[in-house]
């Protein structure tokens, strides 16, 4: 499967962004997605998932504010972003794989296949 992301951009401060990430080749179905970010100088870390029941997770920083969703029949999973924070600056990165074991699903090592990033920039 192909994934890619979009939706990326400049916000300030408050606002909000849906990230897309449209996969193609596959399915988006019958795989487990999550997104991860990479801020500037720093380690790549995961956001949330959504697995293919509907089920989601998130890191704590964001709980409450972003909200993952598919649209099984787009083939696309989105990232809502809302009360946006400066420390939400990073490129922002969707992943897939069919088979990931619960304990695993905020790792990045479980996942396959990567979406090429979209850059967040939130203003203060």
């Known amino acids: 499967v192909q994934l890619q992301a979009s939706g990326g951009g400049l916000v300030q401060a408050g606002g909000s962004l849906r990230l897309s990430c449209v996969a193609s080749g596959r399915t988006i179905r019958n795989y487990h997605v999550a997104w991860f970010r990479q801020a500037p100088g720093k380690e790549r870390e995961f956001v949330g998932y959504?697995?293919?029941?509907?089920?989601?997770g998130y890191r704590e920083s964001v709980k409450g504010r972003f909200t993952i969703s598919r649209e099984n029949a787009k083939n696309t999973v989105y990232l809502q972003m809302d009360s946006l924070r400066p420390e939400d600056t990073a490129v922002y990165y969707c992943?897939?794989?069919?088979?990931?074991?619960?304990?695993?699903?905020?790792?990045?090592?479980?996942?396959?296949?990567w979406g090429q990033g979209t850059l967040v920039t939130v203003s203060s």
């Open positions: 992943a897939a794989d069919s088979s990931v074991i619960h304990s695993s699903l905020a790792s990045e090592i479980a996942y396959d296949y």
């Open positions: 959504v697995k293919t029941s509907g089920h989601t």
